[in-house]
């Protein structure tokens, strides 16, 4: 995901990042630099209806090409995803499951994503939710994500190492480096 604008922050969110900031600030002694992702304390959004790909490698998981998928508020009427099965980061269960969404999809039923079920969106689906601005809290041992999005909070522990078994979660194992 990239920045692509900036909004005004609320009051209480004002707060909390400044909090975190100065506390940050006050206890970093980092041996290496440490990124600023709360991007100068405005929100990150999304205006695409999809990953935005890279020049080069694998990449995420999108659309088939033989399927475009198009979204609402486009020149074009909405289609069903249709995902891209040939995608070389699939692991073999990961494609059969995809491959009956695809064919559902493609005979017309209805998908229902996680959020059209009052679930959350999980990783990486929230950074898809267009226009909904998602704030990054960063401390010394913890980053959050502050989704505005039925006020999901994710946290990043970056004091941990990673399971031996990791239990299923819409979030995953939220452990993390820089």
């Not at 006050?26 to 209806?49: R, T, V």
């Not at 659309?63 to 289609?79: K, L, Q």
């Not at 704030?135 to 999901?152: C, G, N, R, T």
Request: net charge positive; glycine share 6%.
């Amino acid at each position: 995901m990239r920045v692509v604008s900036r909004k005004h922050l609320t009051p209480a969110i004002a707060v909390l990042l400044a909090a975190c900031s100065l506390t940050w600030q006050a206890s970093s002694a980092a041996p290496a630099p440490i990124p600023d992702l709360a991007a100068g304390g405005a929100a990150w959004k999304n205006i695409h209806n999809d990953f935005i790909l890279p020049a080069s490698g694998a990449g995420p998981v999108t659309w088939d090409p033989a399927h475009h998928y198009y979204g609402n508020n486009e020149d074009h009427p909405p289609t069903a995803r249709v995902a891209d099965l040939s995608n070389p980061i699939l692991k073999p269960w990961v494609r059969d499951e995809l491959k009956k969404f695809n064919d559902d999809a493609l005979a017309g039923k209805v998908q229902y994503t996680p959020i059209a079920r009052c679930r959350p969106a999980g990783v990486p689906g929230a950074i898809l939710l267009r226009l909904n601005p998602m704030f990054i809290v960063q401390a010394p041992k913890e980053v959050m994500f502050l989704y505005q999005s039925d006020h999901q909070v994710r946290h990043i522990y970056m004091n941990q190492p990673h399971s031996a078994k990791v239990t299923p979660s819409y979030f995953g194992e939220s452990v993390g480096h820089y």
